[in-house]
């Protein structure tokens, strides 16, 4: 039995690659079903974001997976194996672990913290979970009890640490922003000045905050209404975005202008006595869409890329000092999963040991209960009693050190000492019941 | 019993007030949900004092200064409470909950005991007057912790200085919410307090003499309230100008106390 994560992330590979490797929704039933049907694992799920492609992989022959994973990928990626080797990493057992608990936490990812890769490795194990092939499902024991504790630790990093606190992006920092002076977005009125795809971004968040109505204004009036109409907004001429300044909440500004659209001149036309209530201006241009001074009307709150990246700034920072309590955790959740994992190993041998002595004890009972015929079955019963019992007593202390053992490391050399002088030589399979039984769900779903 | 809980409420208050302020330092939210947990507490053990009093003295605890500050606070915790719970301005403990604590500590210093004034503080009118008087008074503070806060957060959108006032502080939009929410029901139940007080001095005696302070601060609260209303209405930064008087008319409303308090009648029936 094994545990195995091979792939490539932002961190080793560029993205020209991981467009290549990454794989489909629809794909990854016969990815996962050919590596089963292989042998090369016995459970297979593949994680694959714009960010990262890996497979963490189960039992089968272990090098046979790795082998049949690089050509996989290196054939995606329109190379070889062997030029693909540096972007690939290959991560074993505890170390395994490790890496996926750190994944799903949101420690990997590009913007640390970021919380969709949590939804994206619930994902990932749903579809796996869905694969039934000719040797079973493609989830069992190990990844079953692995991802759970994997969504269990991103869940518990994310409430415990302040890691996925604040806007990681000028486009979230931009919606951060207005939420702190409107509260909620809902039923909002929004204008967007520009159609680039900043904008659009912005728009789309926004929309998402439930931004009412939206205005589109750009230079060219088809592209705003292209924008518009793509995005559910109201194109309207450059000229009278101007005066929709008095029914606007939030202004995104991101316009390619060489010199800024919003003056001070232009803006106090509209409103003389400031804004009627609070106006968000979020200028996201660079050069800048809006002077700065419009920024001292009255009830006018201005943002620039600059005050947007200092939140970002801020958020990351804070984000950076939370890391020693997220990895605490996942080194917990490590320790905990490990115990588990190496006492499958275990398990096997102890079940032999118990059937080896009890073997024993049976014979042995029937050689004496043959010898004294005369006694009742009661005597017999409570005879019997007390030798399970005896047998019972004298195994308890060699199956708790063996569980002790293989989770400090030392399984394997305890192992073969205890096969050997109980001459449980029949090597037997690894246990493995079934994957719901044997993936303890011991955390609340985050 | 009776200071046996009160006491208890004022180690909860306490406890609130140093979770609430290390979660604004060290910014834990989690923190936050703790000392609010510990804050409602209080107020369950703070009830629970209440009830005991009445339970021991066969009267509601408004008379005399322990036990007017001590309903006082209590009528200020259970706003806070819903402020924070219902409101959705969580942040706001951490100016209602120390206030509640003073107030608390105040009733425990000056003993919260029956002050043994004449019968006519007993009677059903009379509680109902300083209810509503409490009422309106409590609706002018969480204006003010609202004000300030709204006051704080602007400054910092404004300067776009983005620390943990920006984090921490609820958005503008709530806090103006709960300040007018504060201001509207405060000048509500204070102009109830003052008709049922009018018609309750009537009834015994003829008019207050109008040097009465509990009739100068009573008018004087009820003055800041309406102007902090109307300070609200027109163009512009209507939330700005709203919060803005809501602190100034708060802490005038607190000045005028204390000066009414050193220099009147120490044996009197102010509050």
């Given at each position: 039995m094994s545990l195995a994560i091979l792939g490539l992330s932002h961190r080793t590979a560029s993205i020209e690659t991981r467009e290549r490797v990454a794989f489909g929704r629809a794909e990854v039933p016969g990815v996962l079903a050919s590596l089963l049907e292989d042998g090369a694992a016995a459970e297979a799920v593949v994680v694959s974001t714009c960010n990262r492609t890996e497979f963490c992989v189960s039992g089968g022959d272990e090098r046979r997976a790795v082998q049949v994973l690089r050509a996989l990928l290196s054939r995606r990626a329109g190379t070889t194996p062997d030029a693909l080797d540096p972007q690939l990493y290959l991560r074993r057992d505890r170390d395994a672990a490790r890496h996926l608990f750190r994944v799903a936490a949101g420690l990997e990812s590009m913007v640390l913290g970021e919380p969709q890769i949590q939804g994206q490795v619930r994902e990932a194990y749903a579809v796996a979970r869905e694969i039934v092939g000719a040797r079973g499902s493609a989830v069992g024991p190990v990844l079953n009890r692995a991802f759970q504790s994997a969504l269990c630790v991103g869940g518990r990093v994310r409430s415990e640490t302040?890691?996925?606190?604040?806007?990681?992006?000028v486009a979230t920092a931009a919606v951060e922003l207005a939420k702190k002076i409107y509260?909620?977005?809902?039923g909002r009125r929004a204008l967007v000045l520009g159609a680039g795809e900043m904008s659009e971004a912005t728009l789309e968040l926004l929309r998402g905050e439930g931004v009412r109505s939206t205005l589109v204004a750009n230079r060219t009036f088809e592209r705003a209404r292209e924008v518009a109409e793509r995005l559910g907004a109201r194109a309207v001429r450059f000229e009278d975005a101007i005066v929709a300044l008095r029914e606007v909440d939030i202004v995104v500004a991101s316009t390619?202008?060489?010199?800024?659209?919003?003056t001070w001149e232009r803006v106090r036309q509209v409103l003389p006595d400031g804004a009627p209530r609070p106006l968000c201006i979020l200028d996201l241009a660079v050069p800048r869409?809006?002077?700065?001074?419009?920024?001292?009307?009255?009830n006018v709150f201005l943002y620039n890329v600059d005050d947007l990246q200092q939140v970002v700034g801020a958020t990351l920072g804070r984000r950076e000092a939370e890391l020693p309590r997220a990895e605490a955790i996942v080194e917990e959740s490590v320790e905990e999963f490990w115990a588990w994992y190496a006492s499958l190993t275990v398990v096997p041998t102890i079940r032999d040991l118990r059937s080896s002595g009890d073997a024993v004890r049976r014979g042995e009972l029937d050689r004496f209960l043959r010898r004294m015929p005369h006694l009742s079955d009661a005597d017999r019963g409570q005879i019997e009693a007390m030798t399970r019992a005896m047998l019972n007593k004298l195994l308890h202390t060699p199956t708790v050190r063996l569980r002790q053992a293989a989770g400090n490391g030392r399984g394997t050399s305890t192992l073969d000492t205890v096969r050997y002088l109980f001459e449980l030589d029949q090597p037997s399979p690894v246990a493995g019941g079934s994957p719901e039984d044997e993936a303890l769900d011991t955390c609340e779903e985050y | 019993v009776t200071d046996l809980l009160n006491g208890a409420a004022l180690v909860a208050y306490g406890a609130a007030v140093a979770v609430l302020a290390l979660s604004f330092v060290r910014e834990v939210r989690g923190l936050s949900r703790i000392g609010t947990g510990l804050f409602a507490a209080g107020v369950v053990l703070h009830a629970g004092a209440l009830a005991d009093y009445v339970r021991e003295?066969?009267?509601?605890?408004?008379?005399?200064l322990g036990p007017s500050l001590t309903s006082l606070g209590f009528l200020l915790g259970l706003a806070a409470l819903l402020s924070v719970t219902i409101g959705?301005?969580?942040?706001?403990g951490l100016v209602l909950v120390p206030l509640v604590a003073a107030l608390q500590a105040g009733s425990l210093a000056a003993g919260v005991?029956?002050?043994?004034?004449?019968?006519?503080?007993?009677?059903g009118w009379f509680v109902l007057h300083v209810v509503l008087a409490f009422s309106g008074y409590v609706g002018l503070t969480v204006a003010f912790a609202a004000g300030l806060m709204y006051v704080l957060q602007f400054r910092e959108l404004k300067s776009k200085r983005f620390g943990a006032i920006f984090r921490f502080f609820p958005p503008l939009d709530t806090l103006d919410r709960v300040g007018r929410l504060g201001l509207a029901a405060g000048f509500g139940f204070l102009t109830l307090a003052l008709l049922v007080g009018a018609a309750w001095s009537a009834r015994f005696g003829g008019a207050l003499p109008s040097r009465n302070p509990d009739i100068i601060w009573g008018v004087l609260t009820w003055v800041v309230l309406a102007g902090a209303l109307a300070a609200r209405?027109?163009?512009?930064?209507r939330g700005h100008r709203g919060a803005v008087a809501s602190v100034v008319g708060f802490v005038v409303v607190i000045a005028t106390y204390l000066l009414l308090r050193i220099h009147g009648d120490p044996a009197g029936g102010f509050l």
């Open positions: 302040g890691i996925g606190a604040g806007a990681a992006s509260g909620t977005l809902r390619a202008a060489p010199h800024p659209v919003l869409d809006v002077e700065p001074a419009v920024g001292e009307l009255d | 003295w066969g009267e509601l605890p408004l008379v005399g959705r301005a969580g942040p706001l005991r029956p002050s043994g004034e004449a019968g006519e503080f007993q009677g209405t027109g163009k512009g930064r």
